[in-house]
């Protein structure tokens, strides 16, 4: 049975940095064909998609906030870990982490899909 | 970026009504799309993938077709559950980017 589990800080002050934790359970982050990934969804807005955390050690991330955004893993804690910089008030969004899988017969990032969620957490960014 | 473009934003239909929402990228995709169904206070949950692959243990109510650009997922006979917001998401190429959404309500 596969789970994910974000915690961390549900309130920070502008200019902090945010660090989640992403606890996993029922798979291997080393197992071919295996990906977490990081998503966010503002009150009643569409997802949206953060970064991503390959089984092969390969990474992905949002090029809008790749200066300050940074993905880490521990394999013996089944842990990803996401850090954002200089939170600001528009970053204000429930954050999940979430399993994805690599279809058959496919190579490539376009292969993956999220499968299993995480259940979010609420990150709220003011002073 | 591929932006997403769902129709209808919301409608409401009546349990057993056949229920089509559509989604278009803006440039192709290939099959590389994932619908989900979202209740209010919940996370996402992945119905199709592949873009007409059923989830296991999704409901066979639910059906997805399409490649390129053009994509629909057909709900045949809508049931009180259905009540939720619907999102396709691209995964062709980085940034993926999600659909603004469909919310169904129940007539």
């Known amino acids: 049975q596969i789970t994910l589990k974000e915690s961390g800080p549900t309130l920070v002050r502008p200019t902090q940095t945010l660090t989640l934790t992403c606890t996993f359970s029922g798979f291997s982050l080393r197992s071919d064909g295996v990906a977490v990934g990081w998503i966010r969804q503002s009150p009643r807005k569409a997802p949206e998609w953060l970064a991503i955390?390959?089984?092969?050690?390969?990474?992905s991330y949002r090029a809008s906030l790749r200066s300050r955004l940074t993905m880490t893993k521990d394999t013996s804690k089944s842990q990803v870990v996401l850090s954002m910089t200089n939170m600001d008030p528009v970053d204000t969004a429930t954050y999940y982490c979430a399993h994805a899988t690599r279809r058959r017969n496919c190579r490539g990032g376009r292969c993956y899909s999220f499968d299993y969620w995480g259940q979010g957490i609420l990150v709220t960014v003011s002073s | 970026d591929i932006q997403m473009t769902q129709s209808p934003s919301s409608l409401s239909a009546y349990v057993g009504d056949r229920v089509i929402i559509t989604c278009r990228a803006s440039q192709g995709i290939r099959n590389d799309l994932t619908w989900y169904q979202q209740k209010p206070g919940k996370a996402p949950n992945r119905l199709i993938y592949?873009?007409?692959s059923l989830q296991s243990g999704v409901p066979s109510r639910f059906s997805g077709s399409g490649s390129g650009t053009d994509f629909t997922l057909t709900i045949s006979s809508l049931q009180p559950e259905d009540f939720a917001t619907y999102f396709c998401?691209?995964?062709?190429?980085?940034?993926?980017?999600f659909g603004q959404g469909t919310k169904v309500e129940i007539k």
């Open positions: 592949a873009a007409s």
């Open positions: 955390f390959y089984w092969d050690e390969d990474k």
């Open positions: 998401q691209q995964h062709n190429s980085y940034p993926w980017t």
